[in-house]
Nanobody, 118 residues
Framework: QVQLVESGGGLVQPGGSLRLSCVASGNIFSIYTMGWYRQVPGKQRELVAEITNTGMTRYAATAKGRFTISDDNAKNTIYLQMNSLKPDDTGLYYC????????????WGQGTQVTVSS
């Protein structure tokens, strides 16, 4: 059982930056990977970035080169640094954790809204 709380969303202009944070609590040592999902109306939820418990990272094609996922184990926190933001980056961003033996992401935060607009 893990609890996830996101923060850092907001309204930014195209080309701007945001850093999302997700604080995990509970049985955090059971987490295998953590990631950031984006959900927009009318589209399937998309995995934007993820990081394993060994520090390996993976990005969606739309995020690679602009977004960076990182972790701070001392703070039980992961981050998503988003630079050069585009309107298409707009969406509700969810922090998620994958806890074995279930083979999918099975813990979710409440979401934080990111809106990129001028």
């Amino acid at each position: 059982q893990v609890q996830l709380v996101e923060s850092g969303g907001g309204l930014v202009q195209p080309g701007g930056s945001l850093r999302l944070s997700c604080v995990a609590s509970g049985n955090i040592f059971s987490i295998y990977t953590m990631g950031w999902y984006r959900q927009v109306p009318g589209k399937q939820r998309e995995l934007v970035a993820e990081i394993t418990n060994t520090g390996m990272t993976r990005y969606a094609a739309t995020a690679k080169g602009r977004f960076t996922i990182s972790d701070d184990n001392a703070k039980n926190t992961i981050y998503l640094q988003m630079n050069s933001l585009k309107p298409d980056d707009t969406g509700l961003y969810y922090c998620a954790a994958h806890i074995p033996p279930i083979g999918t992401y099975n813990n979710w935060g409440q979401g934080t809204q990111v809106t990129v607009s001028s």
